[in-house]
């Protein structure tokens, strides 16, 4: 079975002119994106290696939020930061050559989606892509908005 790479992209955060883009903070719906995140993971039963995650606050604190529910290393990876690529993100899965979570950033995410299935699509602030790849092939598994992630979470009753 291949390795798969599963992306989730930041919550929503503070806006831009309000202070420098690395130490910009999740907003309170941003926060809560990252928790339903986590919860929908755990719900579906995703079992991660290790998630990395760029070191931009809204990046970092996305992570944190959502690792709460995943039982899963976090690591600090600057790759992550600023033009993370499908070189980068082949190094990381095949470091464990298992299922990773990375936790990062637009265009990059949409451009290594892009890269490693040819698929085109619009990643939204707190959603996931799931990808699996190889080193020659890869196919887009899931691509999931924060509406259904916090559908996937809600309690159930």
Known sequence: MAAQLWML????????????DAERE???RGRTQAEAAGRAL????????ACYASP????????QLACAALNVKLIREDALA???SRVDALTLLEAHDAHILVVGHEPSFSQVV???TSARVDFKKGGVAAISATRTAG???????????????????
């Open 26 to 28: 999740l907003t309170p």
């Open 82 to 84: 600023n033009g993370f």
């Open 114 to 116: 892009y890269d490693l």
């Open 42 to 49: 755990a719900a579906l039963n995703v079992e991660l290696a």
């Open 139 to 157: 196919q887009l598994l899931a691509l999931l908005r924060p509406r259904d992630l916090e559908a996937i979470s809600a309690p159930r009753g």
């Open 9 to 20: 992209r930041h919550g929503e955060a503070v806006p831009h002119d309000s202070k420098p």
């Open 56 to 63: 931009k606050v809204r990046a970092w604190e996305t992570a």
